[in-house]
């Protein structure tokens, strides 16, 4: 059982940075690739990065690609999205998920892949 609680959302202008948090509970953290995603309003939750367990690969969704950043440190039990260059198509409520198996793998890009969710945080990008 992995419990997770994002942290970091906000109102930023477009062009600026933030960081995104995800505090995951439980000792055997690195047992599981870590996801982000996000749910614009009225739209489907949609992937954005994935991490391994061990935190050696990484996988972006080409429209985040080169802007976003996802990263761990296991020691910490946390799971990063560092976000740059924002844009006001970024506003979304971000979650973080969990998935059964360390490894990036095709189910690791869909909802359906991942066992554990957090809350979700809101990143609101003003133009």
């Known amino acids: 059982q992995v419990q997770l609680l994002e942290s970091g959302g906000g109102l930023v202008q477009a062009g600026g940075s933030l960081r995104l948090s995800c505090a995951a509970s439980?000792?055997?953290?690195?047992?599981?690739?870590m996801g982000w995603f996000r749910q614009a309003p009225g739209k489907a939750r949609e992937f954005v990065a994935v991490i391994t367990g061990s935190g050696d690969l990484t996988f972006h969704e080409p429209s985040v690609k080169g802007r976003f950043t996802i990263s761990r440190d296991n020691d910490k039990n946390m799971v990063y999205l560092h976000a740059n260059h924002l844009k006001p198509e970024d506003t979304a409520v971000y979650y973080c998920?969990?998935?059964?198996?360390?490894?990036?793998?095709?189910?690791?890009?869909?909802?359906?892949?991942?066992?554990?969710w957090g809350q979700g945080t809101r990143l609101t990008v003003s133009s």
């Open positions: 439980g000792r055997t953290f690195d047992n599981y690739a």
């Open positions: 998920a969990a998935a059964e198996g360390a490894d990036i793998a095709p189910r690791t890009v869909r909802v359906g892949g991942y066992a554990y």
